[in-house]
Each structure stands twice: as structure tokens, then as C-alpha cells.
């Protein structure tokens, strides 16, 4: 195996078998893999581990849709400290949005991604999906695409440009610098909602896909059109819609962190940000409490999903993660990203765990290795207690 292949870094004793796990997902990837993997566990960093050429530990790539777990921590805090009500509606904090039929949505169920909200009618240009003000002003004005309360769909690329409205027009703050002011200067989370020009040098584009004839064929069979809900949610009812693994790559996505999919972080920050929420870090108080994490966990959507058509379970502007890995604890909640990004919080287990990848995998979504590297996590915790 190339050096750069060979997992880089550091993990305590005990932990071994996360490094192991990770080597074995190199030699399933043919060696094709530059990624980072981070774990805290009780506060402390116990995995810090990347692999592949041009990466490090210090690298910032995309976090696509794992940007949504930093926006509703925030949501979360503001809750907590009584500014938002989850059970208020959304049109109580932001008038306009009561248009076509959507006064009744609560912030809840804005969270819990059944508004009906996933896309416009026209769609949005690069630069205007790249706006979260233009976005929500446009989707105050759109009529739900179902009848808000009585089904579920992922809004893929819009939820917290919603929710980040109810926010500034709450506290006449954005998101995004909430985001920087309570959390990432506070306790040093190297995740960005708007990355600086001077942290540039350290982001790491995006690779595509690799296409053989058998993913080709797949992405053929299961192609819904661009004026289907799927097709909506995704934007690909616009004409100059980017192709969703080059979202980090645009300059004007990462210079203005749209708080759905346009962060940027490395593994150490995605971990550290979910380890922060739940424990004392270098001597730092938890961000939430046990109580506004149980609520914030709790689920809230699960069934049959009408973007992604599967399977999905959501809790208040988290995916609820115990779902997708049933060794972790009741109550985790993070979120993952289309380019195999996954981060979250088990606060039954004490655990905080981030992994990020350069090249968008096939399917998109949490990449495959994230399953051996957790439950090789969990294990290790096992065997520790």
C-alpha cells in the first residue's frame, strides 16, 4: 500500500480498531480514498486519523448537507435560551411565510421536514441557491408541494435556509454568524458557514463520482424527472442547475456558507462540533443540555420519504442516526452530507464522531465505510467501560 494510503494520525489505546477499520476501507476503495475520520469520546479526542495523497488532518472539505447539523445546533441553543419555540408557528417570527396556505406551519414541523417546502416552482441559479435570503424570501411566496403536517420529504437543499430565516428575523442575526460567534470561535470548531478568502489555501475541491456502466445504468433506472418532487427538491427543474458533487467547488457556495449544504469543514471539526454540544470539552461547558438534546433527538419523521422515496427517519432538524447504525444509542442525532460526509452525537454512549471524504461516492449519502468505522467505534467503547 502507497504511504499516503496507509492511515495518518493518531488513536488512544483501545481505539486500534477504527484504524483498522479505516485501512480495510483504503483497500476496498483500491486505494482511491482521501478522507479524514475523528472521534471524541467523554470530551476527549480519541481518533484523529485521515489517509490518501494531497489530505491531511488540517484539510477543509465540503461537509454538503452535514452543514444543516451546525445550523440547527444554533436553532437548538436559541430554543433552549427561550428565544424560538418549536410549537410557534414559523409566521409568527416571519410574516410573509403565512402566504399560500402555510400559516399554520410550525417550527417544528419546518425542522422536522414537513412543510412541503422542498423546492420553487422555477428553481434558483447557482448564485441564487447559494443566497439563503433569496431562498427563503422565494419559498415564502411558493404554495407547499403537499399538505404541510401530513407527510414528509426531504428538503435537500432549502431546510435551513428556512429555519436560518426564522433565526434572523428572530434575533436579527444570520445563521451563519451565530454559528461563528457561540460556536466555532467559542470552542474551536473548524467548521466555516462562509469560509474566509485566507482559509482558502486549505480547501480541498471536490472530486467527482467515479462512473462505470453498471452506476451509469443504475442512475438511469431510478432517474425521476426534473419536474417531479425529487427533481424540485434538487433543483434540477432550472436549467443552470450545478451537478450537486460540485456545490463546494463554486467559490460563491463557500464564501457564503448557505447553511443547507455549504460548509466546509475538516473531520476534526464536524466531531468536534457534535462533542461540544453534549460534553465539556478542554474545560468548556456542554453547548446544550440533556434536556434540549432529548428534545432535539427525539424523532419526529420516519416512514416512507417523498424526495428520496425511501426509507428516512428525521428528529427536529437532525437525522435521527441510531436509525442508520442500531449499535449506537437512542437519542444520536447528526447529520450527513450527499459527498459521504457523517457526523453526530451519542450521548447515551458519550460519543462524537466525524468522517469526510473528498470523492462524491456512489450512491451519494453517507459513504459505505462509515458503518465498519462506527460500529468499530462502538465496539471499542464497549470494551473500554
Do not use: C
Amino acid at each position: 500500500m502507497p504511504e499516503h494510503d496507509t492511515p495518518r494520525g493518531t488513536v488512544a489505546e483501545g481505539f486500534e480498531p477504527v484504524r483498522d477499520a479505516f485501512a480495510a476501507a483504503v483497500r476496498r476503495e483500491g486505494g482511491d480514498l482521501a478522507a479524514q475520520v475523528v472521534a471524541y469520546w467523554h470530551g476527549e479526542r480519541v481518533v484523529d486519523l485521515w489517509t490518501g495523497p494531497e489530505i491531511t488532518g488540517d484539510s477543509l472539505l465540503g461537509a454538503y448537507s452535514a452543514s444543516k447539523g451546525a445550523a440547527h445546533l444554533i436553532v437548538a441553543l436559541l430554543v433552549q435560551e427561550g428565544v424560538l419555540d418549536l410549537d410557534e408557528r414559523v409566521s409568527h417570527y416571519w410574516p410573509e411565510f403565512a402566504a399560500e396556505g402555510k400559516r399554520e406551519i410550525t417550527l417544528r414541523e419546518l425542522l422536522a421536514h414537513r412543510a412541503g417546502l422542498v423546492g420553487a416552482d422555477t428553481g434558483f441559479t447557482p448564485d441564487e441557491l447559494a443566497d439563503d435570503r433569496v431562498v427563503a424570501a422565494r419559498l415564502a411566496r411558493q404554495r407547499p408541494y403537499w399538505r404541510p403536517g401530513t407527510a414528509f420529504g426531504y428538503h435537500a437543499l432549502v431546510a435551513a435556509a428556512l429555519t436560518g430565516e426564522v433565526v434572523r428575523r428572530a434575533t436579527g442575526r444570520t445563521v451563519q454568524e451565530l454559528f461563528a460567534e457561540r460556536v466555532r470561535d467559542v470552542y474551536g470548531v473548524d467548521f466555516h458557514l462562509g469560509l474566509p478568502a485566507d482559509q482558502e489555501p486549505r480547501f480541498l475541491t471536490a472530486q467527482p463520482p467515479l462512473a462505470t456502466p453498471e452506476r451509469l445504468a443504475a442512475l438511469s433506472s431510478r432517474a425521476t424527472g426534473p419536474h417531479s418532487l425529487p427533481g424540485i427538491a434538487f433543483n434540477r427543474n432550472h436549467p443552470d442547475n450545478p451537478e450537486l458533487w460540485t456545490l463546494p467547488n463554486l467559490r460563491t457556495v463557500r464564501a457564503l456558507g448557505p447553511a443547507s449544504f455549504g460548509g466546509v469543514a475538516s473531520a476534526r471539526g464536524l466531531a468536534r462540533m457534535y462533542a461540544i454540544a453534549i460534553d465539556s470539552v478542554d474545560g468548556l461547558p456542554p453547548l446544550l443540555t440533556p434536556d434540549t438534546t432529548a428534545a432535539f433527538a427525539q424523532i419526529h419523521s420516519i416512514g416512507h420519504e417523498l424526495v428520496t422515496r425511501e426509507h428516512k427517519a428525521f428528529t427536529a432538524g437532525f437525522h435521527a442516526t441510531s436509525e442508520l447504525y442500531p449499535s449506537l444509542g437512542q437519542g444520536a442525532f447528526g447529520h450527513s452530507g450527499a459527498g459521504g460526509q457523517q457526523a453526530f452525537a451519542d450521548p447515551r454512549n458519550a460519543i462524537a464522531y466525524g468522517y469526510t471524504r473528498r470523492r462524491f461516492p456512489f450512491p451519494n449519502g453517507p459513504a459505505p465505510e462509515n458503518a465498519p468505522l462506527v460500529h468499530a467505534l462502538h465496539t471499542a467503547v464497549d470494551r473500554l467501560r
